[in-house]
């Protein structure tokens, strides 16, 4: 085998990636045809679920099954991935009569998820499957039944869950995607799911990460230098918002206006804040995507923003490190 692999030309490589690409996405679009009463009635039952949906699948169809477990989850959903063997030992005891079963079988008959129907159906939960044969015995225990069935595999032997795969993850997808619109779930929603990755991040507001209560030093405006230089030095940041009688920010007084005024003052700790504050500073609303402010310091070449709020109070403030990494 080894010696026909080092006879196969570039070109034949190619052929063979290419053919396994359009056999893959003619099933795929083969499956929108499908699609009816039953997708929608499935996407009813999972949008309005009290409990959790539990996706379970055996071999390549559990692989496929912890990816839309995942993306349900990620999306608002409850979702937890049961693996068929390990549910028969005692892992059943994981599904409540609110939750709801998604199973996956190309071929409906697959012994470890065969043997879980009568118990499933005991717990009471509803059942919707994605299987590759209408006729087959999970087909027959489930509530709702959606169609994966494909004309051939992808694979040149006809063997490997290829499009069949393909087929069950590309319905799971239009399945998460239908329930979390129904949902109504936003792109606020997204970033509370995703705190540490690239794309939660980039979706966190200003407010989510602020720095608020002892760390974000407000003084009044009549409050002397050497006192504003003592609170920002407590609250370990680099500015001070500045506020007027009434509590509205009057000023931002940072690090670089103190060494402007001390170029020109023998007696700047003694004299009050507003002479040297910047007056009417930038200011960036608390409802504002971080990624706003990170622009806005790296435009203006600034290291610190003071949030404010409808009212024109201080509510906090950002710093640049505060925005590393997005």
């Known amino acids: 085998m080894q010696e026909e692999n080092r006879q196969l030309t570039a ?11 359009r056999a893959e996405a003619d099933e795929v679009l083969a499956l929108c045809d499908r699609l009816g009463d039953k997708f929608v009635q499935a996407v009813d ?26 993306s349900l989850a990620s999306t608002g959903t409850p979702s937890l991935s049961l693996h068929p063997a390990e549910a028969l030992h005692g892992d059943l005891g994981m599904v409540q009569p609110d939750d709801l079963v998604l199973a996956l079988s190309n071929s409906g008959e697959t012994d470890e998820i065969t043997r879980l129907l009568p118990t499933i159906k005991k717990i009471g939960v509803k059942l919707i499957s994605i299987v590759g044969r209408l006729e087959s015995t999970l087909a027959h225990y489930s509530d709702v039944v959606l ?68 760390h974000n030093p407000i003084v009044n405006k009549d409050t002397t230098v050497k006192d504003t230089l003592v609170t920002i030095t407590r609250a370990h940041a680099g500015a001070a918002s500045v506020v007027d009688g ?12 103190f060494r402007r005024a001390v170029e020109l003052y023998d007696d700047v700790l003694k004299q009050p804040v507003h002479l040297f504050m910047t007056k009417n500073p930038l200011s960036i609303k608390p409802e504002c995507l971080a990624a706003e402010a990170l622009k806005l310091i790296k435009d203006k070449k600034i ?23 997005l």
């Open 11 to 21: 070109k034949q490589i190619l052929d063979i990636a290419k053919n396994t690409i």
């Open 147 to 214: 169609d994966a069935s494909i004309t051939k595999e992808a694979c040149l032997l006809g063997l490997a869950p290829t499009s069949s795969t393909t087929v069950t993850l590309v319905l799971g997808d239009a399945l998460t995607i239908c329930v979390y619109k129904k949902k109504g779930f936003k792109v606020e929603d997204f970033a509370l799911f995703h705190p540490a990755g690239s794309l939660g991040r980039q979706l966190l507001k200003v407010e989510d990460i602020m720095r608020t209560g002892q």
């Open 45 to 70: 039952m999972m949008s309005t679920c009290r409990g959790r949906i539990i996706v379970t699948g055996m071999g390549k169809s559990g692989i496929v099954g912890r990816k839309i477990s995942a």
């Open 246 to 257: 009434e509590g509205c920010l009057a000023g931002f007084f940072t690090d670089g206006d």
């Open 303 to 325: 290291d610190e923003l003071p949030v404010v709020g409808s009212d024109g109070r201080p509510l906090g403030m950002i710093d640049e490190g505060d925005l590393l990494g």
